[in-house]
């Protein structure tokens, strides 16, 4: 998505040798202009997939999440981190491990809001090692729900999130592919949507 | 507002003493169409507060603060609970004690995104005991941005958040106020933007 990777141009930063930070319009303060159409755009890749929900995990991909939802006309879940005191009913349960935090932590979405039959487009604001997207994936599958596609805003394609989700046989569209950082500046790979651009 | 009154009714699950469940539209399944709305009635409330930036806290803030920032046209940023490796800039931060859990935890803004100046539309999900809502306005404050109004999804207003927030003088827009549950049924309290339904 061309209009993406020029905002990560102007208005990203790159911290060492495998951070990028967007804090400006995507994980920390949001914009809503640039979310709505990064919403419109997994809409129109996946329009034909019979999307019944849109699935991603708190926080930072909730925006996108929800303006697929919209484009898509479904309601969106976010799987929860931490369980809380009104999450009394059946859970689906997974555990990701982080690489940047090197901790495991239990991921959760109630089990009566995603059903047998339910065609699911996953969401998220960053693919790198995939832990967080296969743990989705792995819920979906524990509640018989059909995973369509996984749509990931910006991809750290020199991680290995992408071969895993390949690998298991996963439709993947990541708006804007990192194929590597060269003196602080990003340079791209060529992205999943781009015949939509 | 009515129509969120109304849903509460129909979907809202009374847990216990205290506790409202409303997670088949707000706090974890996610209705856009009445997040949308939701954000519409916020942004018609303060329509002529200046709004520069609206600020919840995540997670299940982000959904109602994104639509009232699409509706105002302006930037949302969520507040985080968790340092992350790219929050390297100065941060404001400040502690939120929270009676459910019974645990104090650290809440941080960086800096440079909130400005001196800045006219601040603060937006969550559940309005209780206030600690979160007072913390939010404790980071505004630090920041010497002026927070013109507070707007709440549901209010609890059985317990005290409400009367902290308006003896510090602030504005408050709560959508739906819980005056008690009786017989596992939510009695309301007129809701602030009742002028507007």
Chains 1, 2 share one sequence.
Do not use: C, W
Not at 49 to 58: L, P, S, Y
Not at 80 to 105: G, P, Q, R
Not at 167 to 185: H, N, P, V
Request: glycine share 6%; charged share 25%; proline share 2%.
């Amino acid at each position: 998505m061309k209009l993406l990777e020029d905002r990560i141009h102007t208005d990203g930063q790159v911290l060492g040798q495998d951070i990028l930070k967007v804090d400006r319009f995507l994980t920390h303060q949001v914009d809503y202009q640039l979310m709505k159409k990064i919403g419109k755009r997994f809409a129109q890749v996946y329009a034909n997939a019979g999307v019944t929900k849109v699935v991603t995990i708190e926080a930072s991909g909730i925006a996108p999440a929800l303006y697929a939802a919209e484009s898509l006309n479904v309601p969106m879940v976010f799987a929860k981190k931490a369980k809380n005191v009104t999450m009394n009913d059946d859970l689906l349960i997974t555990e990701v491990y982080s690489f940047t935090k090197k901790l495991t932590s239990t991921v959760q979405i109630s089990s009566k809001l995603i059903e047998e039959g339910d065609k699911v487009l996953i969401i998220d604001d960053f693919l790198a090692n995939g832990q967080a997207a296969l743990g989705l994936v792995h819920l979906m599958e524990q509640a018989k729900a059909e995973v369509v596609g996984l749509g990931m805003v910006i991809e750290k394609s020199f991680q290995d999130g992408r071969q895993k989700l390949l690998d298991q046989g996963m439709k993947l569209t990541s708006l804007a592919r990192i194929e590597k950082f060269e003196d602080g500046k990003v340079i791209f790979a060529p992205a999943d949507d781009k015949d939509f651009d």
